[in-house]
């Protein structure tokens, strides 16, 4: 039997499912735009696109602000070309793009300098301002749900960024799975009838171009019934004043670094009717903290580039994952997981140790990738920044393993650490290690920063932590201050 809440992929759907042209999509300050504005902007720069010379197969939409992003990406929904959405905006990023996918244009904000550095000039449009429709009733078009309207990558923390596609009928699945999780009672896991996110304003402080931003920010307004800010704010004052400028009722999307970082300064905080979180694990206080401050439940998700969210939690109320409709996990021989079904494009291995509480609810146990095994002794990551973190004087810090090769092309059985820790040396901290860590755990080198090397979404690259082991003054200074 056809489960009536997922479309089949041959269906068409249509671009704005609650088919209302007249709702409003975005709030830039006083200013309300409809989804017939955006409708009517995206058209505008479908028409540009067409006028230039070449096929155009490919957009990379670079759009910061939300409104600019949606009328890029409606406007290659409206062509069946493929937004291209890389986790970070540096040049190499880019150049390989461009390099991997022929028939590709550039869109951008119109004030951004990084696309007069890609050579790549005459392939570039900036996404015109948003304008009034001339016709409010205009009709919806409608999309195939075997569309492919995406390519979106991973952020880099284990490696070279790969390219997931992401087709329009499993996209709309996804937004609608999603308000019907967020809608569930927290106390005793029981549907409700409640539409979790039509009205709700939100605010987010995580880029579109990532899949937790385009799925809870992008796809919530377009797909569930969410008037969207244009604002993306990072740093706390920034978030507080774009939040109390928001109506109520109000969802703050975030992440646990802009989180830890909103709760800590000492301004306002503006009250929400609810709090989104995920790509990284969250710290249970930090929760509690979060829930008291803000005054509202917290919700978590869980998921990747390669599935979209598929589990939420309220970590405060709840230690296990509810998975979403549809979403079913399997064990195969050897411990590895399969997720599939629902909104999942294919069967995906996760990358987390799970343990399966029934047949909708998971706990997990870290990352596969984070167990350590070094001289027959085992940790993992998770285990040892807690200890690094809890340390007196460190304000934050992680470990990792280098990917650098000993003479004879081996990775050394070493692991490094970089640390926030104004006042302490490399040295203090080790020591403080030693007290609680098998000596073989212990960090070689430990490298103390300034700032933790965070992109937009609050997580740290692969690239970055190399970079920071491989720069020559981090070097000498940990030779230097080693203890």
Known sequence: MTDRRHHAPTRD???????????????????????ADVLASARDLQAALQALPGPVEHLINLAARRDRFLVGLAAGILGAQVSLMPSTRSRGAIEDLLAEHPGTVILHDGDEPLV???????????????????????????????????????????????????????????????????AVDDADDSASDRDALHGLHLLGTVPSQHMYGFESLILAALCGGATLSVDQPFFPDDIATALGKLPSPRMLVTTPYHLHH?????????????????????????????EQAL?????????????????????????????????????????????????????????????????????????????????GKRSSIEHLNATLRAIEGVEDGLFFRPQATDRDGRRPERLAAIVRAPGLTSGAIRQALREHLDPVFLPRPLVLVEQMPVNATGKITRDALEAILTDGNAAEFSRRDAG
């Open 116 to 182: 007069s550095s890609f050579g790549h000039e005459g392939r570039q449009l900036a996404i015109p301002p948003l304008r009034p429709a001339s016709q409010a009733a205009e009709a919806i078009p409608r999309i195939p749900g075997d569309q492919r309207v995406a390519r979106v990558f991973t952020s880099g923390t284990t490696g070279k960024p790969k390219g997931h596609d992401k087709h329009w009928g499993r996209l709309v699945d996804n937004a609608g799975a999603a308000a019907r999780a967020l």
């Open 13 to 35: 759907i249509p671009l704005v499912p609650d088919g209302d042209p007249t709702r409003v999509l975005l709030v830039d300050g006083d200013q309300r735009w409809t989804v």
């Open 295 to 375: 005054g509202c439940a917290l919700k978590e998700i869980y998921g990747s580039t390669e599935t979209g969210q598929i589990a939420v939690r309220r970590p405060t109320r709840q230690p296990h994952w509810r998975l979403m409709d549809g979403i079913r996990l399997e064990r195969r021989p050897g411990g590895e997981v399969i997720a599939s079904g629902g909104h999942i494009e294919r069967p995906v291995p996760l990358a987390d140790c799970i343990e399966p509480v029934d047949a909708g609810r998971f706990r997990l146990a870290g990352r596969l990738a984070n167990q350590v095994n070094i001289a």
């Open 262 to 290: 909103l709760l800590a300064s000492e301004g306002d905080r503006p009250r929400c009717e609810q709090v989104l979180c995920a790509t990284a694990p969250l710290d249970a206080a930090l929760a509690e903290q979060a």
